[in-house]
């Protein structure tokens, strides 16, 4: 992929350890149900970072406070050291903080191809940073087409460029929101439970699409409740738990946090006792014992997010 959205890997030679996303004390309840109650946040640099937590632990609900489609009971959260909070989602995206949903969104009527090509429309020059990305100096038509054909091709849904995005299946609807997230040349990229509904066939040709966008200049946070499936790929790893942060580190050291087992296990107890009879081998595993292994080929995953 060419994305060339990458300043540190352009000519600014200094390396920017501040994080790029620091939230703080940011909470939203519904009702009496407390959905969001997280102290503290960081996301660094061009790393990749996996938000997880079981089944309603408020992972979409902490994203769309984030992002601007929900507001917060309080908190402030502050993106390349500038504060957004309570900032509407336009003006977020805008920003660089670009979101997808655990739904995928297209426009069924409209082609893959031109699907992608919506997603610099809002963005397109306008947003400070901008001049970051060699490809939005140019804001002719041509350039946008072909940005946008270079990332259906990138996503692998270049056969179905000109096919109308309402005949593609849940999976590679993902994909298409990936492409048309990347269009936005976002900074950081936030992206709702990427793998949901996609088939496993295509589930690791996504998780290597995501792999490469640090390279290319990208932070991502992502969203997922299987842990299996962000090992290989996060940096570090978040888990969430009844609207708190409860664990932070690499992969295997929140698999092994008693806190996130015990998490994983009172969220999905129901599941365990059908298709587990031995406690103890969930527990060595706790991303077993996520629903997510019901959610494979699901394509209607709750609209929780809306
Ligand atoms: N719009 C809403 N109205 C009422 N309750 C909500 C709403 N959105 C989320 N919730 C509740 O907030 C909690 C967190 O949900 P959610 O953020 O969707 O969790 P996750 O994404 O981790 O599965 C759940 O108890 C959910 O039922
Ligand atoms: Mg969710």
Redesign the pocket.
Known sequence: MNVEASPRSGNDTSVDSRPILVAKDVH?S??G?R??SVDHLEVERSSIVALI????????????VLTGF?KPDGGSWFFEGNDLSGKPAYAIARAGMVRTF?SARVFPRLSVLDNVRLGAQEQRGERLGSALLRWTWSDQEKDLGERAAELVEWVGLGAKKDDLAGILSGGQRKLLELARAVMASPQLLML??PMAGVNPALRQALLDKIAELPGEGITVLF?E?DMDVVSAVADRVVC?AE?EIIASGTASEVAANEHVIEAYLGASSGDLRDSRADRGTAKASPAKASPAEDAESDETESD???
């Open positions: 939203r519904f009702g149900i959905a969001v937590g079981p089944n309603g632990a408020g992972k979409t609900t902490f994203f769309n929900e655990q709702d439970e969203v409740h969430m609207g929780d997010d809306q």
